[in-house]
């Protein structure tokens, strides 16, 4: 299977630490990356984590992956009201010419 | 300048209506994407070009077709438009062998079809 899955939404207070997490079921996934949507764009690159890698750090965004269970997630900590958006799951997939697949997005909400 | 650049931003056609969005980028990638975004389902691939002389058929390539005019330009076509066509189109870019690491998107094109 192809899948990349996500929740839909999520609510945090402001100050709080965020997880967005994301299953994926194709086991040659190369890359596994967090992309951000604000009203109005386009999705813009925000981290990606090679898949020989279990963490990846950056400044606020911390990116786990369990390669074991297929699960990637993004911690943002002390989520701003700025943070507000729809941030993607994707991988690519070394299936014979490297396919980008994308989750449905989950919307982050942050309440003041 | 935006890299890459989407036009129209908007726009309301009617049923049957042929309609052609187009994509110009500026960053010298040699690949390029139209997806099509629905609340709920993502991104889904329409179809996507390596280069000039090469055009493959993405995940719901029915009712679409695309012309590559040249390297930096990639246009999406409808040809007789659809209700459930209405979405919004994003143009993106990348260079080779990259994966995801350097897609660039455009801002979007949203389509209503009615």
């Known amino acids: 299977g192809e899948d990349v899955e996500q929740s839909l939404f999520l609510s945090v207070r402001e100050g709080d630490s965020s997880v967005i997490n994301c299953t994926y079921t194709?086991?040659?996934?190369?890359?596994l990356y967090w992309y951000k949507q604000e009203p109005g764009a386009g999705l813009q690159l925000l981290t990606y984590?090679?898949?020989?890698?279990d963490m990846k750090q950056d400044q606020r965004l911390t990116v786990l992956l369990n390669k074991k269970d297929k699960h990637l997630s993004l911690r943002i900590a002390d989520t701003q009201t700025g943070d507000s958006a729809i941030y993607f799951c994707?991988?690519?997939?070394?299936?014979?010419?490297?396919?980008?697949?994308f989750g449905a997005g989950t919307r982050l909400f942050v309440k003041a | 300048d935006a890299d890459v650049t989407q036009t129209p931003r908007n726009r309301i056609t009617k049923t049957g209506k042929r309609i052609m969005l187009e994509c110009s980028q500026t960053?010298?990638?040699?690949?390029m994407y139209w997806y099509r975004q629905d609340p709920g389902l993502g991104l889904r691939l329409i179809y996507y070009s390596f280069d000039v002389k090469d055009i493959n058929k993405g995940e719901i390539s029915d009712g679409y077709s695309v012309s590559r005019q040249a390297q930096a330009k990639f246009s999406l076509s409808l040809e007789s438009a659809i209700p459930n066509q209405t979405a919004l189109y994003f143009c993106?870019?990348?260079?080779?062998?990259?994966?995801?690491?350097?897609?660039?998107f455009g801002s979007g094109t949203r389509l209503t079809v009615v």
């Open positions: 993106a870019t990348s260079d080779s062998g990259s994966g995801a690491r350097d897609y660039t």
């Open positions: 984590i090679f898949s020989n890698m």
């Open positions: 994707a991988e690519t997939q070394n299936t014979g010419g490297f396919k980008t697949i």
């Open positions: 960053k010298g990638h040699d690949r």
């Open positions: 194709d086991s040659s996934s190369t890359y």
